[in-house]
């Protein structure tokens, strides 16, 4: 296997490690509590997806 004749620059090794960060989850508002959650998913506090309850929240 070919091993590389001369090393890399740092500008040359973070422009491929530009890409590798890492990203935080996309967060939306729950309507009905107004607590972060998960967007396309029940929330996990009330219980509401799209203005009717799907599932019993987590009791306090």
Request: charged share 35%.
């Amino acid at each position: 296997m070919p091993n590389p004749k001369r090393r890399h620059s740092r500008a040359r090794r973070g422009k491929r490690r530009a890409h590798d960060r890492l990203v935080a989850p996309a967060g939306s508002i729950c309507p009905e509590c107004s607590a972060v959650i998960l967007p396309h998913r029940a929330c996990k506090y009330c219980g509401y997806y799209k203005g009717r309850e799907v599932i019993e929240g987590e009791s306090e």
